[in-house]
């Protein structure tokens, strides 16, 4: 079994700051993907960064990276330059490789202050 | 870009009644999953579809639930007979190997 942690439920951050939002996993599946996804206020899930365990180096997006720490289970999202739109909630999530199904945390609601 | 279409965007039901939700994935996905979030709470598992039948589903995913992938572009998921605790948004996702997880913009199901 799968099982992701997300221990901020809540964070405000000044524009124009770096935020790190949070997440550590537990598995025992020897290979397996991490995800990190957006939830504006509108709902929709919007897919922002992946890292499979195997990769050397941190996923890098634009203003988002994460920072994989394997030995620690720890997968924490890194936007840069916060903006105002980045208000939103966040789910990190993982899966076994193989298409799998997802399983996610519960969550960290980011908001923006100008 | 491709995506997953959800219809419809809001549906209202009164308790008891039957509700079909409905998904198309991404044209060359081969694997199909629902999730759901009741308000303000995380993402949960429901089922996951892969060449015409379930590959895995969650304790959530009781005798009320179905799934059908009625053509080569639909994938559905029936409520049988919905209860209160059933209002929840409803997403699909599709992948394919080597790919990620494309999610729908989501179905709002208000159980009154």
């Known amino acids: 079994a799968q099982k992701i942690t997300q221990t901020q439920p809540g964070m405000f951050v000044q524009e124009k700051e770096a935020v790190t939002l949070d997440c550590t996993y537990d598995?025992?599946?020897?290979?397996?993907?991490l995800f990190w996804y957006k939830q504006p206020s509108s709902g929709e899930m919007i897919f922002l960064i992946y890292?499979?365990?195997?990769?050397?180096q941190n996923a890098t997006e634009g203003r988002y990276s994460l920072n994989f720490q394997k030995a620690r289970k720890s997968a924490n999202l890194v936007i840069s330059a916060s903006q105002l739109g980045d208000s939103a909630m966040y789910f990190c999530?993982?899966?076994?490789?193989?298409?799998?199904?997802?399983?996610f945390g519960t969550g960290t609601r980011l908001t923006i202050i100008p | 870009e491709p995506e997953v279409t959800q219809t419809p965007s809001h549906q209202v039901t009164q308790m008891g009644q039957e509700v079909i939700l409905r998904c198309v994935p991404i044209?060359?996905?081969?694997?199909f999953y629902w999730y759901r979030q009741i308000l303000g709470q995380k993402v949960e598992f429901l089922v996951s579809?892969?060449?015409?039948?379930?590959?895995?589903k969650s304790e959530i995913f009781d005798d009320q639930f179905s799934v059908e992938r009625p053509d080569g572009s639909n994938f559905t998921l029936k409520i049988r007979s919905t209860k209160l605790e059933d209002s929840a948004m409803y997403f699909c996702?599709?992948?394919?190997?080597?790919?990620?997880?494309?999610f729908g913009s989501g179905t709002r199901l208000t159980v009154v």
């Open positions: 996702a599709s992948s394919a190997v080597g790919s990620g997880y494309t």
């Open positions: 044209s060359n996905h081969l694997y």
């Open positions: 890292q499979g365990s195997y990769d050397q």
């Open positions: 579809f892969y060449n015409n039948e379930i590959s895995e």
């Open positions: 999530a993982m899966t076994p490789f193989g298409n799998e199904k997802l399983t």
């Open positions: 598995t025992s599946d020897p290979s397996y993907g």
